[in-house]
T-cell receptor
Framework: KAGVTQTPRYLIKTRGQQVTLSCSPISGHRSVSWYQQTPGQGLQFLFE???????NKGNFPGRFSGRQFSNSRSEMNVSTLELGDSALYLCASSPGLARAEQFFGPGTRLTVL | DQQVKQNSPSLSVQEGRISILNCDYT??????FLWYKKYPAEGPTFLISISSIKDKNEDGRFTVFLNKSAKHLSLHIVPSQPGDSAVYFC????????????FGTGTRLQVTL
């Protein structure tokens, strides 16, 4: 079974721009979560989607948004980029609500200049 | 408020010996605990999990112990191998519909020859 895929793997943007990251979960997985990893803050939860509905949201500003499509694929968007948004953005998928294990993709490394 | 803590940023162990990684938590409402291994520039890889109703779970060389009264869990790797060198994160899941994972700050394990 193919793992979680994320595109693109690397991105360089400038302050004020916006960016869209994409995630394809493991086949059959309906839950997708997004995390931000930075050296200073570690792995921080952004949001979680299940069956196209946002079920949970972390403590991030409204510039961070996401959505999930009917095929469980998910996108996250960051508008008005700031230098502090430079991070590794990780997507994780899970079979459903009963399972705690989440399986991560390789991440998208975003650099904001 | 760091609800999941890994107080040792690094650990060095000789090949063949036991590696013990520790994690403490403050929230009694966590229902699952998980361990992930992470190499640089890759997403975390799921290793092993344990339900809050159990005190031990074993999978091959990996064993996780949970001490609920002390709010402490540990990951034992026996025997340690050079390929185990990575950063290890413990994570905890909240109960109810909050399936987000709260991560510790990680412990860098170095297995030496």
């Amino acid at each position: 079974k193919a793992g979680v895929t994320q595109t693109p793997r690397y991105l360089i943007k400038t302050r004020g721009q916006q960016v869209t990251l994409s995630c394809s979960p493991i086949s059959g997985h309906r839950s997708v979560s997004w995390y931000q990893q930075t050296p200073g803050q570690g792995l921080q939860f952004l949001f979680e989607y299940f069956s196209e509905t946002q079920r949970n949201k972390g403590n991030f500003p409204g510039r961070f948004s996401g959505r999930q499509f009917s095929n469980s694929r998910s996108e996250m968007n960051v508008s008005t980029l700031e230098l502090g948004d430079s991070a590794l953005y990780l997507c994780a998928s899970s079979p459903g609500l009963a399972r705690a294990e989440q399986f991560f993709g390789p991440g998208t490394r975003l650099t904001v200049l | 408020d760091q609800q999941v803590k890994q107080n040792s940023p690094s650990l060095s162990v000789q090949e063949g010996r036991i590696s013990i990684l520790n994690c403490d938590y403050t929230n009694s409402m966590f229902d699952y605990f998980l361990w992930y291994k992470k190499y640089p520039a890759e997403g975390p890889t799921f290793l092993i999990s344990i339900s809050s109703i159990k005190d031990k779970n074993e999978d091959g060389r990996f064993t996780v112990f949970l001490n609920k009264s002390a709010k402490h869990l540990s990951l034992h790797i026996v025997p340690s191998q050079p390929g185990d060198s990575a950063v290890y994160f413990c994570a905890a899941r909240g109960t109810g519909t909050a399936s987000k994972l709260t991560f510790g700050t990680g412990t860098r394990l170095q297995v030496t020859l």
